[in-house]
């Protein structure tokens, strides 16, 4: 069955980087892409960004741009993403998930369990 | 940039209730558009992608309908495990998520 699996919580201070992984399983991880969608603490859905696990294309969110990096590793199925000068707001819980578009991100099947990320002084 | 308006931002109804959400977009995005479920906790989970195709497993008094620039979602009959917060996004240009609506039981 098609899994995927963060890594653990994680506490930064303001200023610092957080990567986090997702291992996937159960699919061939070059048919697909990732998406990371993020979840502030009584918000809504906030997509992040895509990479295809095929090629490392790449789309961001424009307000993430220069301080987001997303990568894979096709010999571990894993993705990673990387957000650096962490803020405040970047508290939040993230969550990768299994993109089924072609060449674009498109639209998210299977799901992450969610990694939480808090910044703090 | 593509502006997307999910109404109502809650609701409660009693089971057995059709509920209706709406998602409209600022600009026309065919039919991508896409509508998932999620409960306190934990993540969300794609109940229908482009408009109105509803995804493997998910139980058929979920629909949705729509193009253009308006959609909308529909539970058939209210069941106390669809208590949860409803979320449509668009992927015509990068994809983005509506606000959310929050479905209570009366």
């Known amino acids: 069955q098609v899994q995927l699996v963060q890594s653990g919580a994680e506490v930064k201070k303001p200023g610092a980087s957080v990567k986090v992984s997702c291992k996937a399983s159960?699919?061939?991880?070059?048919?697909?892409?990732i998406s990371w969608v993020r979840q502030a603490p009584g918000q809504g859905l906030e997509w992040m960004g895509w990479i295809s696990a095929y090629n490392g294309n790449t789309n961001y969110a424009q307000k993430l741009q220069g301080r987001v990096t997303m990568t894979t590793d096709t010999s571990t199925s894993t993705a990673y993403m990387e957000l650096r000068s962490l803020r405040s707001d970047d508290t939040a819980v993230y969550y990768c998930?299994?993109?089924?578009?072609?060449?674009?991100?498109?639209?998210?099947?299977?799901w992450g369990q969610g990694t939480l990320v808090t910044v703090s002084s | 940039d593509i502006q997307m308006t999910q109404s109502p931002s809650s609701l409660s109804a009693s089971v057995g209730d059709r509920v209706t959400i709406t998602c409209q977009a600022s600009?026309?995005?065919?039919?991508?558009l896409n509508w998932y479920q999620q409960k306190p906790g934990k993540a969300p989970k794609l109940l229908i992608y482009d408009a109105s195709n509803l995804e493997t497993g998910v139980p058929s008094r979920f629909s949705g309908s729509g193009s253009g620039t308006d959609f909308t979602f529909t539970i058939s009959s209210l069941q106390p495990e669809d208590i949860a917060t409803y979320y449509c996004?668009?992927?015509?240009?990068?994809?983005?998520f509506g606000g959310g609506t929050k479905v209570e039981i009366k």
């Open positions: 600009q026309d995005i065919s039919n991508y």
């Open positions: 998930a299994r993109d089924r578009g072609r060449g674009n991100p498109a639209y998210f099947d299977y």
């Open positions: 996004q668009q992927y015509d240009n990068l994809p983005l």
């Open positions: 159960g699919y061939t991880f070059t048919s697909y892409g």
